[in-house]
């Protein structure tokens, strides 16, 4: 490893680790639910939650945390995915393959606009 | 790249070890590789979380939801439960004192840790200690970096307005220590870190060095750069395998960085460390003999002065902190003295660490403001006393140092007014005693401790500690004699004011402490041949009631020297001639009928 030599290259490190714990950190916007239960996963819920993750870290999403959850009861349009924002009510999607994920971050997550013919529900359950 | 959407943090400090942790830890990753998850779930051991009584730990992120008393099937359940159904594990939650209710995040509502300020524990639980990235995350080697770019003047100037004492017992200002160490003319000087932690009941060094090992190396390079020093030693108990092993990672890693070793961040300065263990000698705690023993000599103190300061390890000038004292540096740097010396009393600044041991429901390191009172310690904090028992005394400051009645529940906390109570600060155990406890006892309990610990050079310690004892014993086996506390007092003070070392002079403490505080007990003791607390054996005896009594056999039973007789049914007596006091019969007994006098 290079050995730092300036307070730049310290404060790299720096940021570099902080991104890496953040994802511990309860500070957050928003959380996005993937159902994980055994319907979901054999719907190609491990492929969803993949994406989102990996949609997450390349628009540079960090203060939305990504949770894992079981079955919500509505196995038939897994795999679903509930994205709760801050300030406004629940939203649960479903039938969400990895190409919808891209929709759902770019729209909702970003620009908070309701991915409409995604819906499942709005509100809590 | 697939990123950790859960970091369980697992507490592996010495305390969670000691409870399982491992086994935990074991069952954790096999849970994550049965449900395959090692791409989603991040596991960091980090440090002592502090909460030791509730021991194994684990706090599970993004959520912050913090697991107690975990066992291998916990973990698994833990694991199926929340991290792939999200739904909170209920019955391994930590209970909420004030809301009766369970409590998910207790950073926020529970009083153990909403009361606490954090400055050298501050990473502790946090980090994971074997990665320095983690450290320089929360602001690591920032301190050591700014360090660079003073003069040594001003990083001491800096510690002078900051107010910091040192934290290892005596409380000396730590900038006048850093200063007169740094005019002591000398090309070779080293720095010192004590961290032979030798107090019973204390064990915030330990849990510093394991939990966030970084910021003792940080702040030792920065004092080797104010005093002008290239050279360290931290000399460590053999007994703390750990916390050595993650010290010697710790050196490794920042050397890979340039923040160790030589030409430090690019700069002309450079600093290295040797890590030197102790053989488990009490002595070695302080500061002289400490150096003797560096140095390959049998611990013993030197004659003081000269202070390590003008002649130290290896006849060379020489600065000596404690573990606690360093870790609250690199914080003084980068958050400024200012905002340091808002925090704590007039004349002790910032935080204490304490460790609350014994009679206490929250046992485990806890860090609070000076100036926070015993009550809030105790209660707030502490959780209060088990089994609705009363709060008698705590003894603070190791075995040399004294207890504090509950008459002084109140008192603000710092070096003064504890000193003014007749104990001391020391290293910051504290451990809590109840209504069952006596306090005779304690005194002799503690003062077997240091005569054990006794290096022997000197007389008042050597002979006169043992001639205490030999009082106490008498006292507790019921033959204390009219004028023996007189007798105690005046010895204390005699070996108070002629030992040579620290150890010497606080050894009767306890003594002293007890008999100002308790002298009822210790007359009790001598003239009605009583113990009050019910605890000396020579003085208590084992009855049986009569009228509770149905005659079961369950004591005669489990007496391991058939002390009790009875036919089935028949009330049961005990023979006091041969019964040894064990006390296995109160425990057994369902009917409640077995009790212990004291005439």
Redesign the interface.
Known sequence: MAKIKSLDELMKIKEKAVKDIHMRDTEKKGKIVVAMGTCGIAAGAKDTLQAVVNELEKNGIDDVSVVQSGCMGLCDVEPTVEVIMEGSDPIIYGHVSPEQVTRIVDQHVKNGKVVSDLLVRKGEI | ???????I?ICAGGGCISSGEESCLQALEKAVEKYALH??V?IVETGCMGMCDAGPLMVI????VYYQKLTPEDVEKIVSEH?????IVEDKLLDNPVSSLKTQ?PYDDHPFFTRQVKIATRNMGIVDPMKI??Y??H?G??AL?KALSMKPEEIIEELKVSGLRGRGGAGFPTWLKWDLTRKVPGDEKYVLCNADEGDPGAFMDRSILEGDPHSLLEAMAIAGYAIGANKGYIYIRAEYPLAIERLKEGIKQAK????FGENI??SDFSFDLEIRMGAGAFVCGEETALIESIEGKRGQPRVKPPFPAQVGVWGKPTLNNNVETYANIPPILTKGAKWFSSIGTETSKGTKVFCLAGKVKNTGLVEVPMGITLREVVYDIGGGIPDGKEFKAVQTGGPSGGCIPKEYLDTPIDYETLKELGTMMGSGGMIFMDEDTCMVDVAKYFLDFSVEESCGKCLPCREGNRVMLEMLEKITEGNGEEGDIERLEKLGKNIMDTSLCGLGQSSPQPVISTIRYFRDEYEAHINEKRCPAKVCKPLIRYIIDPEKCVGCTACARVCPVSAISGEVKQVHEIDSEICTRCGSCIQVCRFGAISIVSP
């Open positions: 790249m697939p990123v950790a959407t859960n970091t943090l791409d989603v991040k992120y993004p959520e912050g991290i792939l159904k999200g739904r995040n990235e983690e320089i995350a602001d080697y920032f970096q890979e960085l340039g923040l961040m690019g």
